[in-house]
């Protein structure tokens, strides 16, 4: 009976998807049913493989393959030409390629991964991992648990090393959450973010630029419309930076650093300290603690080399509070 059914599906699966018209002559042409260490049906250039443990593998194209095996409850599923997916190494994986692309999920249990109208999508050597592509691209999620890869419209995700960790690229870009927990790396309309070596991290772009959150735990790097921000080498550091601005919040805990409109900030080596650069301004707080320096209108800030000096540029010039504490300099 469950093989009956099974069969059924088969036959009714392309109107279900809603495939053309011409889907009905390029099934009987290539189709192929796999369940449970038996072949069911195989017409066409197409490959079908599922081992004894009720895996199930199943192609409708030409020129494809879908193979389930070496172990329990695996999915293989292919629909279209030139694809191919891959479930097994494990218990209750899921792969599935439609129209084209790759996906593979195995080497552990209920990992998951799909591809759409093109791509590569792998989820392996872990647990509960996930990949997705949609409309081509590269979306890698494993070496660890519960980590999660999309792809949307081209580009490159990768979560791995870790778990809990999350890549996500819409239209292009990189993005890279690896080498810890829970870190997350979001790309959106090109760039190139990155979360890793640490816990929590969070990196994200916006149309274009680099953003990098490293070395430590809870680390924050933004960056709109163009522009570098990388936070790091310490813990709970923010760089935000847009608009062809440059940030950098490192080599401590909890600095921060605002670039804004092709300005540059720095707040490092040290903790607390704040630096914010706008309108093309030049800030640099750090090499102590909870300095504070801000740059606009082109003017250039320090506060270095103590501790609680606050040190603004309100035009073009310069405010220096340097080798001492508790200095304040302001211009103009």
Do not use: W
């Amino acid at each position: 009976m469950k093989l009956r059914l099974i069969a059924a599906v088969a036959t009714i699966l392309p109107a279900v998807l809603g495939l053309n018209a011409a889907v009905p002559a390029a099934v009987e042409a290539g189709l192929c049913i796999a369940y449970n260490g038996v072949s069911l049906v195989t017409s066409g250039n197409v490959t079908c493989t599922a081992s004894e443990g009720d895996n199930f593998a199943l192609v409708i194209g030409e020129d494809s393959s879908a193979t389930a095996i070496e172990g329990d409850n695996n999915t293989a599923v292919v629909i279209g030409d030139g694809s191919a997916a891959s479930a097994g190494q494990g218990d209750g994986n899921t792969a599935i390629a439609l129209n084209g692309g790759t996906a593979v999920a195995a080497f552990g249990s209920n990992n998951v991964a799909y591809t759409f109208n093109g791509g590569s999508a792998s989820a392996t050597e872990g647990d509960r991992n996930t990949a997705v592509v949609l409309n081509g691209g590269s979306a890698t999620s494993g070496r660890g648990n519960d980590n999660a890869a999309l792809v949307a419209n081209g580009g490159k995700a990768l979560a791995a090393f870790g778990d809990n960790n999350t890549a996500t690229v819409l239209y292009g870009g990189s993005a890279t959450a690896l080498s810890g927990n829970d870190n997350t790396a979001t790309v959106i309309g090109g760039g190139e973010a990155t979360a890793s070596e640490g816990d929590g991290n969070r990196a994200s772009v916006l149309d274009g630029g680099t953003a990098e959150a490293t070395l430590g735990n809870g680390n924050r790097a933004s960056v709109i419309h163009n522009g570098v921000a990388s936070a790091g080498d310490g813990n709970d550091n923010t760089a935000y930076a847009s608009n062809g601005g440059s940030a950098v919040a490192a080599f401590g805990d909890r600095n921060t650093a605002t670039a804004r409109d092709g300005g540059s900030a720095s707040a490092i080596e040290g903790d607390d300290n704040t630096a914010s650069a706008l309108i093309g301004g030049l800030a640099n707080a750090g090499l102590g603690d909870a300095n504070t320096a801000v740059a606009l209108n082109g003017g250039e800030a320090t506060a270095a080399f103590g501790n609680n000096n606050l040190a603004v540029a309100l035009a073009a010039c310069t405010a220096t509070a340097i080798n001492d504490d508790n200095l304040t300099f302001l211009c103009p």
